[in-house]
């Protein structure tokens, strides 16, 4: 911090943005993180950039800019939190951290919209968020949401994105994984949106995760991850489920804890900055966060072995929490590299976010959908069979976005290829 803002009052003292002054105070307004922002490049306006952001921030704490400004309130929520700009940025501004600080001291003085203190709401109580789920399986297996896809507007991608919620049927056999144990305990993360859209994908984990000589146990008391919480500035709540997570991993006594959604292992890879303040839960949280592996980081350290014959056509889109959030890019490329006759195709702006974020594709769905329109015509130039990424969110918002399209690229996580690549090898 130099000298002139460290001797400036803050004007929003005991808030969370107030504990964010040092990472603010890194910026130096290089502008390196202009070309990573989709929304300075959706609106070339340069309060939609990083930098203009965090002068917002700066702005709040130096007392020259009131947390109810309408202004400040539509440059902060209209910003994805891809943390591109932490890739980019040459000083280190942890700016993921900054904008749920900036959000959540926000919050204290202006309510979140209605619909995003719903959603967070019922993610955060697994007695409504379970019905609920299993009521959108329901409404999936009938057909009905791909035929209501083609409805304009936000309720016809909405239905677009359960229709293509359900993981492709790639083989007509399964497996039983033979693996010796040798690599340790894991515990799967279930998941929220994971276990109650994508369960054949969890269970695809556990396969292809025993089959590469993993114990896999279970930790039940596990709740949602409190990623959409505390992007949204719902700490409290995000710390809440933080808490009931660690106490699940660890009575499961596992060495590891496997992730296969990306937003989900970046935020419990963050456990320990989230309680860093909580004498009770500290040390328990950042113990847990170093046990946290993204699923391809596990599988690329076994090998992984090899499978059958698929003989596809892929491309690949590095979602933003597991390539800028957790700066993990080589492993899912080399997970897909050992599936036999699988053709991986370069996809333009891989790095790139593709609008989704979360609950913002609810909250800002036109944006979300400009952001989304590049990365749409990037994957169609592949002329690939299916793009794969690891994150639920992005599996939806790219494959609705393709199936309004009417494009014939279809989305699928790369454990469900590994996966698929093992049972075309059983016998």
């Given amino acids: 911090m130099n000298e002139s803002a460290s001797s400036t009052p803050c004007a929003v003292?005991?808030?969370?943005?107030?504990?964010?002054?040092?990472?603010?105070?890194?910026?130096?307004?290089?502008?390196f993180c202009l070309q990573a922002c989709p929304t300075y490049l959706a609106l070339g306006d340069e309060n939609d950039s990083p930098r203009?952001?965090?002068?917002?921030?700066?702005?709040?704490?130096?007392?020259?800019?009131?947390?109810d400004?309408?202004?400040?309130?539509?440059?902060?929520?209209?910003?994805?939190?891809?943390?591109?700009?932490?890739?980019?940025?040459?000083?280190?501004?942890?700016?993921?951290?900054?904008?749920?600080?900036?959000?959540?001291?926000?919050?204290q003085r202006v309510p979140p919209p209605g619909t995003a203190r719903l959603l967070l709401w019922i993610f955060a109580h697994a007695i409504v968020l379970r019905p609920a789920l299993l009521a959108a399986r329901v409404l999936r297996a009938t057909g009905l949401p791909r035929a209501l896809s083609r409805l304009r507007g936000r309720l016809g991608f909405a239905f677009a994105m359960l229709a293509v919620s359900a993981p492709p049927r790639l083989v007509r056999r399964s497996y039983r994984p033979h693996g010796s144990r040798a690599r340790g305990t894991v515990a799967l993360l279930r998941g929220c949106v994971m276990d109650g859209l994508f369960a054949a994908t969890n269970r695809a984990t556990e396969r292809t995760l025993a089959a590469n000589d993993y114990d896999v146990v279970r930790a039940?008391?596990?709740?949602?991850?409190?990623?959409?919480?505390?992007?949204?500035?719902?700490?409290?709540g995000a710390r809440a489920l933080a808490r009931a997570n660690i106490a699940a991993f660890e009575r499961s006594g596992a060495a590891a804890i496997a992730v296969n959604a990306s937003g989900c292992g970046a935020i419990m890879k963050e456990y320990g900055h989230?309680?860093?303040?909580?004498?009770?839960?500290?040390?328990?949280?950042?113990?847990?966060?170093a046990r946290v592996r993204d699923v391809s980081e596990l599988l690329a350290s076994a090998g992984p072995?090899?499978?059958?014959?698929?003989?596809?056509r892929i491309t690949y889109d590095a979602p933003c929490h597991l390539v800028h959030g957790q700066r993990?890019?080589?492993?899912?490329?080399?997970?897909?590299?050992?599936?036999p006759n699988l053709t991986l195709v370069p996809l333009t702006d891989a790095d790139q976010c593709c609008g989704s974020a979360g609950i913002y594709n609810l909250l800002q769905p036109d944006l979300s959908q400009q952001v989304l329109a590049p990365k749409l015509a990037n994957i169609a130039a592949t002329g690939a069979d299916f793009v794969a990424t690891g994150n639920p969110g992005c599996l939806?918002?790219?494959?609705?976005g393709l199936l309004r399209a009417g494009l014939r690229t279809r989305v699928v996580h790369p454990v469900d290829l590994l996966d698929a690549s093992y049972a075309a090898a059983a016998p």
Avoid: N
Avoid at 221 to 235: E, F, N, P, Y
């Fill in 13 to 31: 003292p005991g808030t969370p943005l107030a504990g964010a002054v040092p990472g603010i105070m890194t910026c130096v307004h290089c502008g």
């Fill in 52 to 67: 203009g952001r965090i002068l917002l921030m700066r702005s709040v704490v130096e007392g020259t800019l009131s947390l």
């Fill in 69 to 107: 400004d309408p202004a400040l309130q539509e440059h902060i929520d209209r910003c994805l939190g891809c943390r591109g700009c932490e890739t980019a940025c040459p000083s280190g501004v942890p700016y993921g951290q900054l904008l749920e600080a900036t959000r959540a001291t926000i919050a």
């Fill in 220 to 236: 039940p008391g596990q709740r949602c991850c409190g990623a959409l919480h505390a992007h949204a500035g719902d700490l409290r």
């Fill in 274 to 289: 989230l309680l860093h303040d909580d004498p009770a839960w500290a040390s328990r949280a950042a113990a847990c966060a």
């Fill in 305 to 312: 072995r090899p499978g059958g014959s698929l003989s596809l």
């Fill in 328 to 339: 993990i890019d080589r492993p899912p490329r080399a997970v897909l590299a050992r599936i």
């Fill in 396 to 400: 939806m918002h790219i494959g609705a």
